[in-house]
């Protein structure tokens, strides 16, 4: 388990980055929880067959995602919100 905090202003990674080419294949989650005093985010997915839109998070919300087949998740704010992190893997899964 690791836990950490994301300042979001346009686009941030939460986890990967954008100089990511290969593809996530180890069955790991990401645990995100936009902060109750910010504003909403939208939470996006990469992969090699490109972008998805998943979510819109309001402030306070929590949302769980999966990680395999994935080379970064981001999150876009057009004002100013923290996302808290946290990454995961299933017993025995790593």
């Known amino acids: 388990m690791y836990n950490y905090s994301v300042k979001v202003r346009t686009k941030a990674y939460l986890w990967g980055s954008s100089g990511v080419i290969a593809d996530f294949d180890v069955p790991l989650f990401l645990i995100v929880h936009n902060d109750a005093w910010g ?3 939208a939470i ?6 490109g972008a998805t839109a998943l979510a819109t998070l ?3 919300e929590c949302w769980t995602l999966g990680l395999a087949g994935l080379r970064g ?11 808290n992190c946290m990454v995961i893997a299933p ?4």
Not at 44 to 49: D, G, Q, V, Y
Not at 73 to 80: K, L
């Open 39 to 41: 504003d909403p985010v």
């Open 44 to 49: 996006s997915s990469e992969a090699s067959s």
């Open 58 to 60: 309001q402030p306070g």
């Open 73 to 83: 998740v981001y999150a876009s704010c057009d004002t100013d919100s923290t996302v």
């Open 91 to 94: 017993p025995n899964a790593v």
